[in-house]
């Protein structure tokens, strides 16, 4: 374990030290059955039992209440990006049969990659028009970056949309909305149109967890892929709203789009999960997260903890930007807890930044291709201790480089 780097990557990315020690006996043996947890049938009545767990572990730490039914799949984020829209348009056909197609609407809140290749395959399924509620390039500072969280006079959501829908935290670009109601970089609830049962979507792919969800309860589906605060990939993590588990079926015969099943609701919540085989393994680890997160205070507790490092990182970006060494990519206050972009000015700076943090064990710092720059993931599994290792490092190399 002394050979274990200090991990910053968007993700996959690290695990505790401490869960992936006891996943490893699990390998071997899950709950003493003599049997490991990727050789186990996912219908033992021990691996029921824990996805039971889980299941609970979730629902108490987000305080999801009983109008919602947590469901987990395969496929990732990506196979979410379809699945909500066949599964909202199916909603939507049976609420109101006679529209045209053209006169269905799902709105678009675009804030960086992740929501707007979200649109971009709600796009290619059809179906419906796609109005794009705001655009975070319309409000940045050069008219074409994902650079900030656009402000409440930005957006224009429809009457009486199929499905509405945003990002919380985006990886690639680092912005993340606020939770301070207050601040104009939360996001706009009270702008959403008036209705009981909202078909509010959100993608918490790389926020989950992290922190409490405002206004959990208005939300029609909140997902996220397992693989940054929870688990290793391969497990998605759904909340829906249970008016939002709809019979596909019936829709289609009203004319809406088929719905696989592998991407069907109903299959999910009819059969616990389980309409097939579910990502066994990586429900295993995630539980055993979900254990030691719930052990050490729930979602609270990592709200105080990810909150002080991220402020110290973003202090020492402050200073170096102080210095003209340094460069935020994003606008103050749209800032991500969770990623933080930024560049490191000069010639071969960039490269001197990231060899030297390699050589104290630092990895994965390098941005997202299409971004380039640095970034820092700090997902709950990065500890205090290691974010002031990095401030440390950054501190030497702003002082080294001056
Ligand atoms: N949404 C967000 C915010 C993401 O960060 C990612 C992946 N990094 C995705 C969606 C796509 O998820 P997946 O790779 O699980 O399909």
């Known amino acids: 374990s002394e050979t274990r780097a200090i991990n910053f990557g968007a993700g996959p990315s690290a695990l505790p030290q401490s869960v992936l020690e006891e996943a490893a006996r699990g390998l071997l043996n899950f709950a003493g059955t003599g049997i490991g947890i990727a050789e186990i049938s996912h219908r033992s009545k021990e691996f029921a039992a824990f996805l039971a767990e889980v299941e609970e572990l979730i629902r108490e730490q987000l305080n999801v209440p009983s109008t919602h039914t947590i469901l987990f799949?395969?496929?990732?984020?990506?196979?979410?990006?379809?699945?909500?829209?066949?599964?909202?348009?199916?909603?939507?056909?049976?609420?109101?049969?006679?529209?045209?197609?053209?006169?269905?609407?799902?709105?678009?809140?675009?804030?960086?990659?992740?929501?707007?290749?979200?649109?971009?395959?709600?796009?290619?399924?059809?179906?419906?028009?796609?109005?794009?509620?705001?655009?975070?390039?319309?409000?940045?500072?050069?008219?074409?970056?994902?650079?900030?969280?656009?402000?409440?006079?930005?957006?224009?959501?429809?009457?009486?949309?199929?499905?509405?829908?945003?990002?919380?935290?985006?990886?690639?670009?680092?912005?993340?909305?606020?939770?301070?109601?207050?601040?104009?970089?939360s996001f706009p609830f009270h702008l959403l149109p008036k209705d009981a049962l909202l078909p509010l979507v959100a993608d918490y792919s790389s926020s989950f967890m992290s922190r409490p969800i405002p206004r959990l309860a208005d939300h029609a589906v909140i997902y996220a892929g397992a693989q940054k605060n929870v688990g290793p990939a391969g497990l998605t993590i759904?909340?829906?709203?249970?008016?939002?588990?709809?019979?596909?079926?019936?829709?289609?015969?009203?004319?809406?789009?088929?719905?696989?099943?592998?991407?069907?609701?109903?299959?999910?919540?009819?059969?616990?999960?389980?309409?097939?085989?579910?990502?066994v393994f990586s429900l295993y680890v995630s539980g055993l997260v979900l254990r030691r997160s719930k052990a050490l205070g729930g979602v609270s507790y990592y709200e105080a903890v990810n909150q002080r490092k991220k402020d110290k990182v973003y202090a020492v970006l402050g200073d170096g930007e102080k210095l003209g060494l340094l460069k935020g990519y994003v606008k103050r206050g749209s800032g991500s807890w969770m990623n933080i972009v930024f560049e490191v000015l000069g010639e071969g700076t960039e490269a001197r930044f990231l060899a030297g943090a390699e050589a104290k064990g630092m990895k994965s710092l390098k941005g997202h291709r299409s971004v380039g720059g640095i970034r820092v993931s700090l997902y709950n599994a990065i500890?205090?201790?290691?974010?002031?290792?990095?401030?440390?490092?950054?501190?030497?190399?702003?002082?080294e480089e001056t």
């Open 238 to 279: 759904i909340i829906v709203r249970k008016d939002c588990i709809v019979d596909v079926d019936a829709a289609a015969k009203l004319g809406a789009a088929p719905v696989p099943i592998g991407l069907a609701y109903k299959s999910f919540a009819e059969q616990k999960s389980m309409p097939n085989t579910p990502p």
């Open 73 to 185: 799949t395969q496929g990732g984020g990506t196979a979410q990006f379809s699945a909500i829209v066949l599964n909202l348009l199916a909603r939507h056909r049976l609420l109101h049969p006679d529209l045209k197609d053209e006169e269905r609407i799902m709105d678009y809140v675009i804030t960086g990659t992740w929501s707007k290749n979200a649109a971009q395959e709600a796009g290619r399924l059809g179906g419906a028009k796609i109005n794009i509620a705001a655009d975070a390039r319309v409000t940045s500072s050069d008219g074409k970056s994902f650079d900030n969280i656009p402000p409440h006079d930005a957006y224009k959501f429809s009457q009486s949309p199929a499905l509405i829908y945003y990002c919380e935290n985006e990886t690639v670009n680092g912005v993340q909305f606020s939770h301070d109601q207050q601040a104009p970089e």
């Open 383 to 399: 500890t205090e201790e290691q974010t002031d290792q990095l401030v440390a490092y950054i501190r030497h190399f702003l002082a």
